[in-house]
């Protein structure tokens, strides 16, 4: 059984331009949410999507957006990169009806490294 | 709004050492919190958690307790080995139908044989 799987897990990119980042949930998960890592420093919510829509938004701009699929894949685009926005993106999966269960638990992918130069 | 403290690290223990690694918390009502590890390379794994006041989450001879009096979710485990080596992370998650873990800085922990 497959875990959460991300793509790609290094990326280089130049300041100004535009970036995607994809995610496949582990099997039989339908709720994706995306973090944000800089060195150092602990993740940080940048949204989560549930049927297609996104369910919650963390304190990023709108430059990050998202997309669900159909299959509960998932991607995250950043637009007009900044040198900031140079980290670990993180995506994370889970079951919705398990939330807040006793047994929910969330699986994270071991993440996309992008650097913006 | 919701935050994590975490004690500082970098912390290096030998092997069969006592661990503890401090975590304190501020939030709205009564959140669910959260020990995630970080082994290098690898994503994020629970650890282990606790949804309510004196909850006591343990998973692999690690073990945290909820202290709603002192706001606090210190990680401890009675002997470490080599393979504990990693980052880890204290969270939260507020229950006001929040989606969102909130996380500490994280704490590198270094085993030495």
């Known amino acids: 059984d497959a875990g959460v799987t991300q793509s790609p897990t290094h990326l280089i990119k130049t300041r100004g331009q535009q970036v995607t980042l994809r995610c496949s949930p582990k099997?039989?998960?339908?709720?994706v949410s995306w973090y944000q890592q800089a060195l150092g420093q602990g993740p940080q919510f940048i949204f989560q999507?549930?049927?297609?829509?996104?369910?919650q938004r963390g304190n990023f701009p709108d430059r990050f957006s998202g997309h669900q699929f159909p299959n509960y894949s998932s991607e995250l685009n950043v637009n007009a990169l900044l040198l900031g926005d140079s980290a670990l993106y993180l995506c994370?999966?889970?079951?919705?009806?398990?939330?807040?269960?006793?047994?929910?638990?969330?699986?994270f992918g071991s993440g996309t490294q992008l650097s913006v130069l | 709004g919701d935050s994590v403290t975490q004690m500082e690290g970098p912390v290096t223990l030998s092997e069969e050492a006592f661990l503890t690694i401090n975590c304190t918390y501020t939030?709205?009502?009564?959140?669910?919190l959260f020990w995630y590890v970080q082994y290098p390379g690898e994503g994020l794994q629970l650890l282990l958690k606790a949804t309510k006041a004196d909850d006591k989450g343990s998973n692999k001879g690690f073990e945290a307790t909820y202290r709603k009096e002192t706001t606090s979710f210190h990680l401890e485990k009675g002997s470490v080995q080599v393979s504990d080596s990693a980052v880890y992370f204290c969270?939260?998650?507020?229950?006001?139908?929040?989606?969102?873990?909130?996380f500490g800085t994280g704490t590198r922990l270094t085993i030495i044989p």
């Open positions: 969270a939260l998650r507020s229950n006001f139908g929040n989606e969102k873990l909130t």
């Open positions: 099997s039989g998960h339908d709720t």
């Open positions: 939030a709205t009502g009564y959140p669910s």
């Open positions: 994370a999966s889970n079951l919705a009806r398990e939330r807040s269960a006793t047994n929910e638990k969330l699986f």
């Open positions: 999507y549930y049927e297609e829509e996104e369910r």
